[in-house]
């Protein structure tokens, strides 16, 4: 009997899942602990395993596609069965007639595609065609007709990719066309005129472009879903937590002149320390002298952690949905700067590749965000909650600054600390970026 490889349940709240990637094909064999695609759920990037031997018969859900827990995305057949057997009986088992909302997720049998492909206008019914929901849904949006569509996906499957096509077609369809062209009964248009050199251009206010149209291109890019939920928590957080920002001035030479010093010792083992390594180390061991900024806020108590755990804002490319996701150096003022380099590394790498796990994104109990590699002077976080803090740093910027009464030129980062009012006052915001600015200050008191 063919297996049926369904979209599992990888979080407690996940009702659903988008297959960002199949790592396998149609006829490729697996064995039991083999990553066979990546999906993503409401919290993270996950890697989806199978738990027999056989080979893939089938794949019923293109990449982009997003499906229901508990939704068929692919046929498996056991070592020892025929692959189109497999591929045949899981065919047969939807052929029967669907709700149109079961018709958004089950592949009709191969038969309805060569129908599709053969007779334009008249279609093969509703719940027999190959579309993925996300596909119908903008083939709806932009009146593009199904019919006309041949799908580029799983078993002829109409895609998200096929859809944005077609309108991008058409698009550049109507572009081509001149207005006159919509009336029959004008005269065609006369030749272009052969124009003399021109000696004086007059000055214009916007680009001139060989023929190339300048517009954008118009559309509508759903959200995945790792992009919806950092809507609704960012929401949430902006909303119910009350918000206020304290920033400071951090002196960085010092710091700059040690990581120079220990990141040239250290090129032998492969280490290059980051600034931001050093944020984490400051930041983790000042909760010691400031426990409230290791806390959350519980209603009618606060609750202070006994484990620090710093969450790292990573950004993620549109190949992955987007964003931002956090990953968390658990234990981070028990750590070395050494090992924390390499684990932010690690993360930030799995993070933009494969995804980070759920484990590997949650538990954080204080964020720093960094947008100075990106050139960034300084900036305002919202909190990730349950933490009450968020630090949000800029560049270290060389500059014309006083050092003991004189003008030189140094270098100084800006750092804001958004702080849960219920939790955290102002002085005692003040206090602890002030203990973080003397360890940053300072950096030796860090390597200890």
Not at 26 to 50: F, N, Q, R
Not at 73 to 96: K, P
Not at 265 to 271: D, E, K, T
Request: proline share 6%; net charge negative; hydrophobic share 40%.
């Amino acid at each position: 009997m063919p297996i049926e490889i369904t979209m599992p349940r990888l979080s407690d709240t996940m009702e659903s899942g988008t297959l960002l990637k199949w790592n396998v094909a149609e006829g490729d064999a697996v064995s039991s602990g083999d990553v066979v695609a990546d999906v993503e759920t409401d919290k993270a990037t996950m890697e989806l395993t199978v738990f027999d031997d056989g080979t893939i018969a089938s794949l019923l859900v293109g990449e982009g596609e997003t499906v229901d827990v508990g939704t068929t995305i692919a046929v498996m057949a056991e070592d020892g069965e025929d692959v189109e057997a497999g591929s045949g009986s899981e065919t047969a088992s939807v052929s029967a007639p669907a709700s149109e909302t079961e018709s958004a997720s089950v592949p009709a049998p191969a038969s309805a595609t060569a129908v599709i492909d053969a007779a334009p206008p008249a279609a093969p019914a509703e719940g027999r065609r190959r579309v993925s929901p996300v596909a119908r849904h903008l083939a709806d949006e932009h009146g593009i007709d199904l019919d006309q569509l041949t799908g580029s996906g799983p078993s002829g499957r109409i895609i998200k990719r096929d859809v944005l096509q077609a309108v991008e077609t058409g698009q550049e369809t109507r572009a081509a066309i001149a207005p006159s062209a919509a009336a029959p009964s004008s005269p065609p248009p006369p030749p272009p005129l052969q124009r003399a050199p021109v000696t004086n251009v007059p000055a214009v206010t916007a680009p001139i472009d060989s023929g190339a149209s300048t517009a954008l291109a118009a559309g509508r890019v759903p959200l995945s879903n790792m992009r919806q939920i950092i809507a609704r928590r960012l929401v949430e957080s902006a909303s119910t937590i009350p918000h206020y920002q304290v920033s400071m001035t951090f002196d960085m030479d010092a710091v700059m002149e040690l990581r120079a010093t220990l990141n040239e010792q250290l090129a032998v083992a492969g280490v290059k320390l980051s600034v931001n390594d050093f944020l984490v180390r400051s930041c983790a061991l000042a909760m010691y002298q400031h426990p409230d900024f290791n806390a959350s806020w519980d209603g009618d108590g606060i609750v202070i952690h006994g484990q620090v755990n710093i969450g790292i804002a990573i950004s993620v490319g549109p190949e992955r949905g987007g964003g931002l996701v956090v990953g968390v150096i658990r234990d981070a003022d028990r750590k070395s700067l050494r090992s924390i380099s390499l684990e932010t590394k690690a993360l930030a790498t799995k993070a933009r590749e494969r995804g980070l796990t759920v484990e590997e994104m949650t538990g954080a109990t204080f964020t720093l965000s960094n947008l100075g590699m990106f050139g960034v002077d300084n900036f305002t976080a919202i909190i990730n909650p349950p933490n009450s803090a968020i630090l949000a740093v800029g560049a270290a910027i060389q500059k014309p600054v006083v050092r003991n009464g004189e003008l030189t030129i140094g270098r100084e980062m800006s750092a804001t600390l958004s702080n849960d009012h219920r939790v955290i006052d102002g002085a005692m915001a003040a206090q602890y970026l002030n203990t973080v600015k003397a360890m940053m200050e300072n950096p030796a008191t860090v390597l200890v």
